[in-house]
């Protein structure tokens, strides 16, 4: 079968599956496993140099928000068109972090070939355990699928375990610097799973912007940063749009130094099987409790200025 993955998350479902000699074709994001999906050709591309642009100048190209407005992701449809795809697997989530399933189906009409188009829309951690299913299913490894959902339960549960009757800090998670913006759908959960008490956003909810007073009234104990689709190091260049804030340093988890960079696309922005490791670390940053692998600093790291 030729699978054509048209969402970072749904590469990692793929390869979660152990499909990833399917691949046939992938966005220019996908990018895990490194070594399976290095070799996979790439039919999507951003006009966009996120580099060179701050997280202001990304949220104002994309129609002012970072969860509407237009794609970042542009289709190569005579790309998509040569690689004869049996399945494609696209997202009807999220306008912005991928290519919509209306403009997917659109391409796929033209090629009339038979081609099934999946529309994955997980907005919690059961709804992203259960695409393993629904893909697998697609893809014929059904019962490979229940067992590897079934595995990464166990993992929560574990994790559940790991902080039963400890105590509860107060979270802010942040999904975007500039404008500030809560991380929701299965972030809460996560956070939740991990033995703390989400702020600002409830699971599977899918936010909005909200004002830097909102997040000082909130007072958490632990703020995570995770910017979608920006590693920690992309981050940290842009510290200073939280650290300037008026009252930043009278944030209790600022004066606790409980401020935490994380990787949001291996973690947290990706509706795959990796949030189950997310809810792993947070475990590890919010109590110090064994879940799992240890915490590399290229998962989590201290905020400058703590």
């Known amino acids: 079968m030729r699978i054509v993955s048209l969402l970072p998350a749904a590469t990692d479902i793929v390869a979660e599956l152990g499909l990833s000699e399917q691949l046939a074709g992938r966005t220019h994001e996908c990018d895990w496993p490194p070594r399976e999906v290095a070799s996979v050709p790439v039919v999507t591309r951003t006009d966009l140099d996120q580099d060179a642009l701050t ?3 990304i949220s104002d190209a994309v129609g002012g928000s970072a969860h509407s407005g237009s794609s970042l992701y ?14 494609v697997l696209t997202q009807d989530l999220c306008d912005v972090c991928a290519v919509s399933y209306e403009k997917v189906s659109r391409t796929v009409r033209l090629l009339d070939a038979g081609t099934r188009v999946l529309s994955l829309e997980p907005r919690t951690l059961d709804d992203v355990l259960a695409c393993l299913v629904t893909v697998g299913d ?3 490894v059904r019962e490979r699928a229940q067992r590897r959902r079934g595995e990464l339960r166990d993992r929560l549960d574990r994790v559940r375990g790991a902080v ?9 998670a942040i999904e975007w610097l500039d404008p500030l913006w809560p991380a929701g759908h299965w972030v809460p959960e996560q956070i939740t799973t991990a033995g703390g008490e989400p702020l600002l956003a409830a699971p599977g909810e899918h936010t909005k912007p909200v004002t830097w007073e909102a997040v000082r009234a909130a007072q958490p104990d632990v703020v995570l940063v995770l910017p979608c689709g920006f590693p920690p190091e992309r981050t940290l260049r842009e510290a200073e749009l939280l650290t300037r804030l008026p009252g930043w340093t009278d944030l209790p988890a600022v004066r606790s130094g409980r401020v935490w960079v994380l990787d949001g696309p291996s973690c947290f922005n990706r509706p795959g099987p990796r949030v189950v490791r997310g809810a792993e670390v947070l475990a590890q940053i919010l109590h110090g409790v064994p ?15 703590r």
């Open 55 to 57: 997280s202001r100048e």
């Open 291 to 305: 879940a799992g692998e240890s915490v590399t600093p290229a998962e989590a790291r201290p905020f400058p200025g």
């Open 74 to 87: 542009t289709l190569d449809t005579e790309a998509l068109a040569a690689l004869h795809p049996d399945v």
């Open 164 to 172: 039963a009757g400890l105590g509860r800090p107060r979270v802010v």
């Open 138 to 140: 697609l893809l014929g």
